[in-house]
Structure formats: C-alpha cells, structure tokens
Antibody, heavy 120, light 108 residues
C-alpha cells in the first residue's frame, strides 16, 4: 500500500533552518508530484509548494520563494522540504502529500505530519 | 492566484441531519475541485475529487456537486464520526493548489 513516512519532530531557534524528509513506498516515486502543506495550531491548511520527482522541477507560492527548497533523492524514494530563516510563525505541523500524476490531481495519500517548533 | 472561500466557517448539527458546505472559487475552475476531511491530530483524508467523484472507501452519504465557481459538499445523514473539519481545494492551476479556509462541523 502507498505510504509516506516523515521524519520526526524538530525544535529550532529563530533564524535557523529545518529539513524534513518524506519517504515514499508502495508506488513509483517518479510518477507523482510531491506537495508540502503546513498547518499551524488551530489553523487551516496552507500549501507550500510542489516537486516533480522525475524532473526535479519545483514550484513555490510567492510567500515561500527564497526561503523554501524542495528536493529529492530518487535512489531512496525520499523528498525533502527545507525552510530557512525560521520565525515563530513557522511553528506548525508540516505534511507531505502525493500529488498530481499525468492523469489526475488530488492528494490521496499524506504523510503523518512533522511538528516543527520555532522557539528561542 | 485563485482564492477559495468556504461557507459557513463553522456549523453545528445533530446526528442524522443533512448538511451542506459551500465552496466558491474566485474564478472558474471547471470541475477541478476536491474535498478533504480532517480530524484533530490527523492528516487530511480525501473524500471527493473532480467535484463529484467519491473516493474509494468513502461512505455514500458524502456527495459533491458543482462546476465553474460554485461547489457543494453534502452529507446526507450525519454520523458521529463525521464531526470534523472539511476543506475544499482547487487543482485547476495544478501543480499549484489552493485550499479553502475550512469548515468546522460540530455536534449540536
């Protein structure tokens, strides 16, 4: 079955960077985009960006451009989300989700979420 | 950017009620609209894709409709496990996606 398993919780100081991993199994990793979505406590879902694991192409909304980098290692079917210049407002649960294929576009499978806490 | 607006933001209902949640897009998105359910401490779960297709394993009391800018999610007879937060999402501009702000469904 399709699984996305994320790395564990992180505590970071303001100004630092965090890198969260998302290991995929149960499907062909390069056939589906990977999306990253975050959720602050008690708030809604916020889309952060996408990556095509086959080409490595990425896209980020303007809010995260310059601060967010999504990468992958296809040899171990793992995607990474790195957010820099962290501030307290970045405290949230971060999710990876399997995204678009060549024929469909919805987030059918999600990781379990990774809590990132930014605190001095 | 395409903005997605859900209404209401919160809703109180009773077991057995019929409930409708609305999602409006800031521009036409054809049928590229998905619905998710999220329970506290859990990842979102896909319910409906391309406006009206029921995801495998989702109970038939859930249904979706609409096209263009206006969409609805209907739960025909609320069950205790349906109390959760619901999100719409556009995939018209995929791979760039946008979520609505969410609708919290609470027990009356």
């Amino acid at each position: 079955q399709v699984q996305l398993v994320q790395s564990g919780a992180e505590v970071k100081k303001p100004g630092a960077s965090v890198k969260v991993s998302c290991k995929a199994s149960g499907y062909t990793f390069t056939s589906y985009d990977i999306n990253w979505v975050r959720q602050a406590n008690g708030q809604g879902l916020e889309w952060m960006g996408w990556m095509n694991p086959n080409s490595g192409h990425t896209g980020y909304p303007q809010k995260f451009q310059g601060r967010l980098t999504i990468t992958r290692n296809t040899s171990i079917n793992t995607a990474y989300m790195e957010l820099s210049s962290l501030r307290s407002e970045d405290t949230a649960v971060y999710y990876c989700a399997r995204g678009c294929s060549s024929t469909s576009c919805y987030q059918e499978n999600w990781g379990q979420g990774t809590l990132v806490t930014v605190s001095s | 950017d395409i903005q997605m607006t859900q209404s209401p933001s919160s809703l109180s209902a009773s077991v057995g009620d019929r409930v409708t949640i609305t999602c409006r897009a800031s521009q036409s998105i054809s049928s590229y609209l998905n619905w998710y359910q999220q329970k506290p401490g859990k990842a979102p779960k896909l319910l409906i894709y391309v406006a009206s297709s029921l995801q495998s394993g989702v109970p038939s009391r859930f249904s979706g409709s609409g096209s263009g800018t206006d969409f609805t999610l209907t739960i025909s007879s609320l069950q205790p496990e349906d109390f959760a937060t619901y999100y719409c999402q556009q995939s018209y501009r995929a791979p760039s996606i946008t979520f609505g702000q969410g609708t919290r469904l609470e027990i009356k």
